[in-house]
């Protein structure tokens, strides 16, 4: 159970384009989602919080405008990379929570993430 | 601001010799959880402590979480190649929202 879809697994593509990644939930919903992204070797670093049906929460320092975030349904969360660069080049993985129960409470489930780089 | 502190960074261990890693908050948590991140995969949920001074197995790996509810370990006895990965320890975010604080990982690499 639990299982996070997440897609494209990697993308390559010209300065300039646009980049869309989907994470699902596929046998839970979930309210809220999470975006990260991960540098060689280091943490996870959260960039948003996606709660269904509303805007997502941005972390400090992380462009709304440049990561567009979408989460339609209580299933899927969608983020967009707009006008990509080379320094948006990394690994972006999403997770989902499961909705009820506590939210300091329920782990994270995550997607097998996407590799993305700007050429 | 809160954070989460994991040591060692890297731990390079023989098959068959035994592994911790520790993490430290710099505020009380009402749990903590850990995760496994293979080489190229995702993390992956491995366990969640709750109580003051909690410990729990699975097979070889011994979780605990501290008095304080600070802090926290992963022991694995006897490694083996499978373990091979980065554990992080994450607690919750205070007032916010239930987002993990993720420590900063311990990379595990077994000599076979």
């Known amino acids: 159970g639990a299982v996070v879809s997440q897609h494209p697994s990697r993308v390559i593509c010209k300065s300039g384009t646009s980049v869309k990644i989907e994470c699902r939930s596929l046998d839970f919903q979930a309210t809220t989602m999470f975006w990260y992204r991960q540098f060689p070797k280091k943490s996870l670093m959260l960039m948003a919080t996606?709660?269904?049906?509303?805007?997502?929460?941005?972390e400090q320092g992380v462009e709304k405008d440049k990561f567009l975030i979408n989460h339609a349904s209580l299933t899927l969360s969608t983020l967009t990379v707009t006008s990509a660069h080379p320094e948006d080049s990394s690994f972006y993985i999403c997770s989902a929570r499961e909705r009820g129960g506590g939210v300091l409470y329920q782990p994270q489930h995550f997607g097998d993430g996407t590799r993305l780089s700007i050429l | 601001g809160q954070q989460v502190m994991q040591i060692p960074q890297y731990q390079h261990v023989q098959e068959g010799e035994d592994f911790t890693t520790y993490c430290n908050s710099s505020?009380?948590?009402?749990?903590i959880q850990w995760y496994k991140q293979r080489p190229g995969g995702h993390p992956v949920f491995l366990i969640q402590?709750?109580?003051?001074?909690e410990v729990k197995k699975q097979k070889r790996l011994t979780f605990q979480f501290g008095e304080a509810k600070k802090n926290s370990s992963l022991h694995i006895t006897a490694t083996q190649t499978t373990d091979v990965g980065t554990y992080f320890c994450a607690g919750p975010g205070y007032n916010q929202g239930g987002k993990l604080i993720f420590g900063q990982g311990t990379e595990l690499s077994v000599k076979p």
């Open positions: 996606s709660n269904e049906g509303s805007k997502a929460t941005y």
């Open positions: 402590l709750v109580k003051s001074g």
């Open positions: 505020t009380t948590l009402s749990n």
